[in-house]
């Protein structure tokens, strides 16, 4: 047997490491049994098995490489050229993240990424045979199906060879929810782009410079899509659409394509800069853009871009029951134009998210792009660019690492990339290929990293193989050149629209029914109001009775028609003494005040979309009102109607919450299912890292110690046998094929840890030349070892009794039911709330929802 392998290491704290594998055979191989083990102790401590040093195997000294999934917050680069093996670590590092919990946005531009959804744990022959390539089998002259039996035995071996198996297969298929979207095609699911216009969260309208580079990104992506290059400053198309947008997205205004083109034929604003519209833009001319974008939107082809799911990121990351997703958008279908058009909307709605996220210093999320090359120049200004770069420059903050691979090394934003803080180097194409990453490297040590030595780097660049990568991570000690280990997915090359649609087709049958939007509720009209009252002039009211005007969203003022509505606007606390549960939430309600005994009902009142800040003192200019019912015109009636608003609250509100047993928490008033689980499963990540790190600290200076008593007692033996120099061997210690060397990696064997035990063992050093402490120290090297498997057991039993924890996405949550006191209720506002509606064909629709 040979010594055990090693894991490489980190220098501030973290898994990135070599790990030892356990004993190897007569090849040097570790047997799979005993890798496999140890990689669900490392998946417990959220490293990512990438592969093994490169050189190793074979001599005796297996060494895994497993990276921390909290590096990857400071974003990562891969660079290599066709047949590098690229894509392949790129899937194996989507593959740890999902096995992980993390969920993750792929932009797939070549088709690639699809490969993630061929996984068949049973590794059978008959699970290959659709998806091998038969012109290879022709070309090798095989038929299909031995075709597929080759491929079958060679992922077997392969996986095999790497410690894998069928069983971490099927962990990997049950561990998140794979899909694959075709935005602009049916073939895997589509998705809308019309959220892509609604107004942006608080978080994102609140801060002027990004809502600025929203408003500019949309605006470029959209008039691309159109064929026209826009200059944000020069373009006049350009600073018409950022107005539109601008203006009502600062209002909270939720836009669509026909609204956008209404208000291209007639501004919401009378001049830009200190132009009158119609000089700055003529009438005609912006009839002309109004057709362009006429034609898009009426285009049989541009239907598919307008149904199936939403660009909601949340939902994209977690399904309804918080299960991660990993989610695939396929655009290599798409024109340029396209692809640049809708990689902006993706990436605007995810810096959207990500704003509205808690801090927090462990993986969140991932956002990765294959191909990155012309959606990142370091020139250019592609509307993809802005955001990409708000997102390496933020996204550690609230966990959201990004993940950027290109072949096309030479034409990217090096000094965007600077955020990134590790950097996978495979094979490259030419010597400037090799330079500009080099530049590249050079600008991360700038910021902080790991000394660089240029030189060094370019000779193992010039020597790298097919899966051989250099990675350079500034949480390590210095770069490491490792083989990248087989991926679990079944790597067949870029997937055809054929292929997506049989992988999606049983999705979207056992899919529901899209959920049609509620039909507004509007009384019938015919020139009269249900009551058959004729709009008119805006009535008068005796001044006691507080009115207010909703927002008139997406409303045409010449059409607009105002009703009268009682709205009721309160602060409910729940709280549940039994349980600890409490919540909050901030109700505004409204109802229809009819003719009837009982005007206002408030049991059937519906929650208004709108905050009391938003609510407006005037009517739109030429808007017409309905005659409100005779009750609406008494002040007596809203005193009473303020009371049974509050005596209606206490006899109907309910707050229905899911409860975490184990975790000690309750949902929040609209948080959902998904998003609770997902908050469960990130604060369960983050105790995790923090025990490890505590662990870390406590087992870290006795590792050091240890290794440093047996590194001086195998120089002593080594001195007697007249086989070792008086400089000494820096001999590691075995940790065997525990979590020890993956919870310590590098540090317990840095120069600082030894440096620190040497100072400990000086006293010690000084009599170790004496003949009776050399033949001590044979014997304390077993002895040591002894201790170090007594370390390492007492880890393992530290981590099995975390991981006995309970899981936050197979718990069992308790529903609960929480009522509110009468006291717990405060009436914020009861008034006559005027809602506005749109007037069309004879019939109104709510504008205010």
Not at 135 to 163: C, F, N, T, V, Y
Not at 219 to 240: F, K, M, N, Y
Not at 648 to 672: H, M, N
Not at 771 to 799: M, P, S
Request: charged share 25%; with cysteine; aromatic share 6%.
């Amino acid at each position: 047997m040979g010594r055990g392998d090693e894991v490489i290491g980190r220098r501030r704290g973290g898994f990135s490491s070599i790990y030892p594998a356990g004993p190897t055979d007569c090849r040097g191989n570790a047997p799979p049994l005993d890798m496999i083990r140890a990689m669900q102790d490392f998946e417990k401590l959220g490293v990512f098995y990438l592969g093994r040093e490169s050189g190793a195997r074979g001599k005796g000294a297996e060494k895994l490489v497993l990276y921390d999934s909290r590096d990857l917050v400071t974003h990562a680069v891969c660079v290599g050229m066709t047949g590098s093996g690229k894509t392949g670590l790129c899937i194996s590092l989507i593959e740890e993240a999902a096995l992980d919990g993390i969920p993750a946005i792929l932009i797939d531009p070549k088709g690639d990424l699809g490969n993630l959804l061929l996984t068949f744990p049973e590794l059978r022959p008959e699970d290959f045979r659709p998806w091998i390539n038969e012109e290879d089998a022709g070309r090798k002259g095989m038929s299909p199906d031995a075709l597929a039996r080759q491929q079958a035995e060679l992922w077997k071996s392969g996986l095999a060879d790497w410690g894998e198996d069928g069983a971490r297969i099927a962990k990997l298929k049950g561990a998140a929810d794979f899909s694959i979207y075709t935005p602009g095609s049916t073939a895997g699911l589509p998705v809308s782009i019309l959220k892509s216009f609604e107004a942006p969260k608080d978080a994102t309208r609140s801060d002027g410079e990004l809502l600025g580079e929203r408003v500019g990104t949309t605006a470029t992506g959209l008039l691309a899509l159109l064929g026209i290059e826009a200059d944000p400053i020069q373009s006049r198309e350009h600073i018409l659409l950022s107005t539109i947008l601008e203006e009502a997205w600062k209002k909270g205004e939720d836009l669509d394509l026909a609204a956008l083109i209404g208000r291209i034929q007639k501004p919401p604003v009378a001049r830009v800069g200190v132009l009158a519209i119609d000089s700055f833009f003529p009438a005609k001319d912006r009839f002309a853009l109004a057709m362009k974008l006429n034609n898009l939107l009426a285009a049989p082809a541009f239907a598919a871009w307008l149904e199936g799911e939403p660009l909601d990121v949340g939902a994209l990351l977690r399904t309804p029951d918080g299960k991660p997703r990993i989610s695939i958008f396929s655009i290599s279908h798409l024109s340029d134009a396209e692809r640049m058009f809708f990689v902006t909307m993706l990436l605007n709605e995810t810096v959207g998210w990500m704003r509205g996220q808690s801090g927090t210093t462990s993986l969140r999320a991932i956002v990765y792009m294959d191909e990155i090359a012309g959606y990142f120049p370091p020139v250019a200004t592609p509307p993809s660019k802005a955001p990409l770069l708000t997102l390496l420059k933020q996204g550690r903050a609230f966990g959201l690492g990004v993940v950027l691979a290109t072949q096309n090394p030479v034409d990217l934003d090096y000094k965007g990339l600077s955020n990134a803080g590790t950097w996978f180097l495979g094979r490259l194409q030419t010597e400037r290929d090799k330079a500009r990453v080099l530049e590249g490297l050079e600008g991360v040590a700038a910021g902080g990293g790991p000394k660089f030595d240029r030189g060094a780097m370019d000779r193992t660049l010039a020597g790298l193989k097919s899966r051989v990568f250099v990675m350079n991570d500034v949480h390590e000690d210095g770069p490491v050149v490792f083989e990248s280990r087989w991926a679990m997915s079944y790597l067949r090359g870029p997937l055809t629209r054929g292929q997506i649609k049989t992988l999606m087709n049983p999705r979207k049958s056992a899919a529901p029914a899209a959920r049609a939007a509620a039909a507004a509720k509007a009384p019938a009209r015919g020139g009269m109001t249900s009551a058959g009252r004729a709009p008119s002039e805006r009535p008068l009211l005796p001044p006691s009775i507080p009115q207010y005007f909703l927002p008139a969203r997406g409303a045409a003022e010449s059409g607009v028609v105002y009703r009268a509505m009682a709205l009721g606007a309160a602060e409910v606390h729940y709280s549940d003494p039994k349980s600890r549960a409490e919540s909050r939430e901030d109700l505004v309600l409204l109802a229809p005040i009819s003719d009837g005994p009982d005007p206002v009902r408030w049991e059937d009142a519906e929650p208004a979309s709108v905050a009391l800040a938003d609510l407006e003192r005037e009517p739109v200019a030429g808007a017409r009102f309905e005659p409100p019912a005779p009750a609406a015109a008494a002040p007596k009636s809203w005193e009473a109607w303020s009371r049974d608003f509050a005596a209606s609250l206490f006899r109907t509100r309910r707050l229905d919450v899911f409860r975490s047993a184990s975790a000690g928490e309750v949902s929040t008033a609209g948080e959902s299912e998904r998003d609770f689980r997902g908050r469960l499963q990130q604060k369960a990540r983050e105790e995790r890292d923090a025990v490890a790190e505590a662990l870390r600290e406590r087992y870290a200076a006795r590792v050091a110690a240890l290794q440093e008593k047996k590194r001086r007692g195998e120089q002593a033996v080594a001195r007697e046998k007249e086989e070792a120099t008086s400089s000494g061997i820096q001999t590691a210690i075995s940790v065997g094929a525990t979590v020890l060397g993956a919870l310590l990696g590098r540090k317990a064997v840095s120069a600082t840890n030894i440096g620190r035990a040497t100072t400990a063992a000086r006293g010690a050093g000084r009599t170790m030349k004496q003949a009776g402490d050399i033949g001590r120290a044979k014997e304390n090297v077993a002895a040591i070892d002894a201790q170090i498997a007594e370390l390492a057991g007492e880890l393992q039993a530290e981590l099995d009794l975390r991981a006995a924890a309970t899981d936050p996405l197979t718990e069992k949550l308790e529903p609960l039911a929480l009522r509110p006191k009468k006291s717990d209720i405060a009436v914020k506002l009861v008034a006559l709330a005027w809602a506005p509606s749109n007037e069309s064909g004879g019939q109104s629709t709510p504008a205010w929802k």
